[in-house]
């Protein structure tokens, strides 16, 4: 398995520069296409009003609207040709973000997003992006942290130089780290983490983290198991591992369903997302 396309949204948020540079960080050790989505924030489900003979919104709006999507599209031309990503293009859609992103992960390998900002909300964007795209989207997302230096500093080769892979015994866990294995392959070192596995002895068998390190390891990825007790929410504990060992890259699964407009996500998830200070690869 490998990554051929990559989509990063694109906007203009305060933090859209760091997460341009992390997908392209990503796209130039993967060998991928990189693609810049922009979205006007108007869904394409929009009703046309005869009346005033436009969209719900007056046309001087919806210019302003375009003007912005291409401005963020110019913005991420600058900083990944910049980077060096010699394989890269850009598109602006007339649409919402969510659905507009929901149609465009269907044709890549791995979706960059950013974490949510309650201070820095795009228009067109009703609720957080990285949940609705972590359960309808069918594809691994990454995830740029609002804080630190999500890009870092890159290695000799690989995006990153030591992931640490949250191992619960779960399938949602165990298609993250497929999904990851284009990174992990490049990384100079990996964790997997067990944490107490003590409390479902029927998930983990009698060698916690064994079986999944003998399959990455089939796959040419050496892992070194760890088994800890905690008594810190999952989340929490998974991000204090993370920072207790320098990782740069959070590989796990992600838990939650749709119910009517709402989106559940698990205890776990919802820490990480809201807590996150590196980058972060989840997958449903």
Not at 26 to 48: C, K, P
Not at 86 to 103: F, K, N, R
Not at 224 to 247: H, I, K, Q, S, Y
Request: aromatic fraction near 6%.
């Amino acid at each position: 398995m490998s990554y051929k396309t990559i989509v990063v949204h694109c906007d203009q948020s305060q933090h859209a520069a760091a997460r341009y540079a992390l997908a392209a960080r990503v796209a130039l050790a993967a060998g991928a296409h990189l693609t810049g989505v922009a979205l006007t924030g108007i869904s394409r489900y929009a009703e046309w009003n005869d009346s005033l003979g436009a969209w719900p919104l007056p046309p001087h709006v919806l210019d302003h609207l375009r003007h912005q999507a291409g401005a963020a599209l110019a913005t991420f031309e600058r900083d990944v040709a910049a980077a060096g990503v010699d394989q890269w293009s850009s598109s602006l859609y007339e649409d919402d973000a969510e659905s507009g992103l929901l149609q465009h992960a269907r044709y890549a390998d791995l979706l960059v997003l950013g974490q949510t900002d309650p201070d820095d909300i795009q228009f067109g964007i009703s609720r957080p992006l990285p949940p609705e795209l972590l359960l309808q989207g069918g594809r691994p997302l990454l995830l740029a942290p609002n804080t630190g230096n999500p890009a870092g500093d890159a290695p000799a080769s690989g995006a990153f130089r030591h992931p640490l892979l949250a191992w619960d015994g779960g399938n949602r866990a165990a298609r993250a780290f497929t999904d990851a294995l284009p990174l992990l392959k490049l990384a100079e070192r990996i964790t997997l983490l067990v944490l107490n596995a003590d409390q479902d002895k029927a998930r983990h068998g009698g060698e916690p983290g064994a079986d999944m390190a003998l399959f990455l390891a089939r796959h040419g990825v050496r892992v070194d198991v760890m088994r800890e007790f905690t008594t810190l929410e999952t989340g929490a504990a998974l991000l204090g591992a993370a920072a207790e060992r320098g990782c740069d890259l959070l590989v796990m699964g992600g838990y939650g369903h749709r119910r009517l407009h709402e989106t559940l996500l698990g205890g776990a998830t919802r820490s990480v997302l809201r807590g996150m200070t590196l980058p972060v690869l989840i997958s449903h």
